[in-house]
């Protein structure tokens, strides 16, 4: 059972997708995400690309914290501590 990382080509359906490292490039707001050597599948007739589905569910998983104000609800622990400056 050998399967081989090739998918027939969405685009022009005679090409085959082969597993290649990319340049990926994303805008987050302002600012440029770049994230070389990423996982893309790249027609071999027609060029079309399309980055592995995998490897940005990971991306973005990775983003979605970062994103985000984190902030700890529970976290009561040193309530006499006052929020000044360090
Ligand atoms: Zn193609």
Known sequence: ???????????????????TELTY????GDELLVVPKFPAWTCDICGYVEYDEQALA?????LSPSMQ?????????????????E
Do not use: I, N
């Not at 998918?7 to 997708?17: E, N, V, W, Y």
């Not at 490039?25 to 987050?28: N, Q």
């Not at 984190?70 to 006052?82: C, I, L, V």
């Open 1 to 19: 059972m050998s399967t081989e990382d090739t998918f027939s080509c969405p685009k022009c359906h005679a090409g085959m997708l082969h597993l």
């Open 25 to 28: 490039f994303a805008r987050l």
């Open 58 to 62: 990971w991306l973005y998983t990775l």
């Open 69 to 85: 104000h984190r902030e700890k609800p529970s976290a009561s622990r040193g309530a006499a501590q006052p929020s000044a400056k």
